[in-house]
Every structure is written in C-alpha cells, then in structure tokens.
C-alpha cells in the first residue's frame, strides 16, 4: 500500500497526536517505516486491510532514510565506477573543468561559486570532502555524462524539456515558490545574493525585476527570472526558472531539477 492509499483511513487533519507533524508523513512511516498504525487515535484499525494486523513495530521514518540513504550510497558507488576509468585531460575540456599533468587523477570545476575537486574515489569542495551523496551523486553524474554541446543562450523552461512533466511542480516547489516566498519585496537582495555566487545579468529582452545567469555547474547554467510583488495590484512574487537548450547532454531530468534546488539552498543560506 502506498503511503497516499493509506491517507484515506486518516482523519487527514494533520493535527500531530500520533507524533508527525501530518498525517502524510504518518502514513509514510506506517507504510515504509513499520511503525504501528495505531498510533493515530482517529483510525480505526478493524478498516485497515488484513496487511496491518500482524505487523511488528519499525523504525519509522528513520527507516525510510536510512533506505534512502542506502539507495544515494550505492548510486554514489556506481557512479564513481563509471568515472573511474574515464580520460579526464581529454574530458576536462567537454565539462568546463581544469585538468594538470601535476595532478592528473582528478580535474576541478566550479559549483555554485565554490571549487570543487573530483577524483575517482573522492570529492572535496572548498579544501573539505564532500559528504552529503545527494551532493557527490550530482557532481560525478556531470562528469560522467562526458559533455555535449555548449550552452548557446537559447533559453527554456522545464515544462519545454523531454518527460518533464512530473518534474515541473518538484521544481516549483524545491526552488520557485520557495525563494519567490523569501525574496518577496526584495529584489535588491536577490539580485545581490546571485552575483554574490557568480551571476551575472541576463538578456534585457526579459520584463523580470531581476533576471541574472547563475551557473550551477560549468555548462549548467540557470537563468532566474524574479517578478517582485505587486500588492496593490493583487500580484504575488513569481520566479521562472529557465535552462538552456543543451542541458540534458549534461544531466538528467532529477539531476538537473536538484540544481535548482541546490541552487535555492546557496541563496537561503546567504540570506541568513
């Protein structure tokens, strides 16, 4: 049972007596965590499917991270082993990355303003290693695309890629609507906080407030485009979040919406 079939035997009022903070995140404990159903005082256990009366109690949502966290690691570990054999003088041009004959095992690139330094078996940014597998399964899936064809201008947005469509509202949630919601009567600050991390100022073709170039990645580029709020007007903030044509011959669709996300996190964190 998915976590969603198991909401409709909630009261769905999200009002946290069974210990979380919504009845989603109850139901995703209870249907991937183990944990015991009857923890919601509202439910009656005798509506429950014959699959919840012989359970014995999980770990919860615990459980479900460290799945998770098992599913990143072991991607990580793939992803190292297609990198692994890889020429990185001759790939380093491909990817906007440096490559030395001084130290040939590992090329550095930029991501979001930072240095970074990749190798088959470790990744360090900003002279620290790099921990978080979310983080190391982005950078070595860059490198392990191989390059493509150069970021040219030509500008899209998510719902203009292939297969995108599930991918749309992740990307409003993780990154659009979020730093819409934070910046919101603050355009100056944005656009100080994007240049703050290597942006630098779009085509004046765009009606935006602000619109500046942010590369994620050396041949990632995000153009963020911020509609600031029009209260008299009834206009709420809007940022649009476009890529350039090209970039799924560097990432794919999950890869490249976590950029956006990723990219959201550097400007919260600037912003205190």
Not at 58 to 69: F, P
Not at 118 to 138: F, H, K, N, Y
Not at 242 to 265: C, G, K, P, Q, Y
């Amino acid at each position: 049972m998915t976590p969603h079939e198991f909401l409709k035997y909630t009261a769905a009022t999200n009002c946290g007596e069974c210990g979380y903070p919504a009845c989603l995140a109850f139901a995703v404990a209870v249907t991937k965590g183990g944990v015991s159903p009857e923890l919601c005082p509202y439910l009656k256990r005798e509506d429950l499917p014959a699959e919840f009366n012989s359970r014995k109690q999980g770990d919860g949502l615990k459980a479900v991270d460290r799945s998770q966290d098992d599913r990143d690691m072991a991607l990580v570990a793939h992803l190292k082993s297609k990198v692994r054999n890889l020429d990185f003088q001759s790939l380093a041009p491909r990817l906007g990355a440096l490559w030395t004959p001084e130290d040939p095992e590992v090329i550095s690139f930029s991501y979001l303003g930072r240095p970074v330094v990749l190798g088959p078996e470790t990744v360090s940014m900003a002279g620290e290693q790099l921990v978080d597998p979310r983080d190391q399964i982005l950078l070595y899936n860059y490198v392990a695309f191989g390059g493509g064809r150069v970021p040219d201008g030509t500008w899209v947005g998510m719902e203009s890629l292939p297969n995108s469509i599930s991918k749309i509202r992740t990307l409003a949630t993780y990154c659009e609507l979020r730093l819409a919601g934070r910046f919101s009567g603050r355009a100056g600050e944005l656009s100080r906080l994007c240049h703050e991390i290597g942006g630098i100022a779009g085509p004046g073709d765009q009606s935006a407030d602000v619109g500046i170039i942010i590369s994620v990645l050396p041949h990632v580029p995000l153009y963020l485009l911020f509609w600031d709020e029009e209260p008299e007007d009834g206009f709420d903030a809007k940022i649009k979040v476009l890529f350039d044509h090209n970039v799924m011959d560097f990432l794919d669709l999950e890869s490249l919406v976590f950029t956006a996300e990723r990219m959201a996190d550097r400007l919260a964190e600037l912003d205190g």
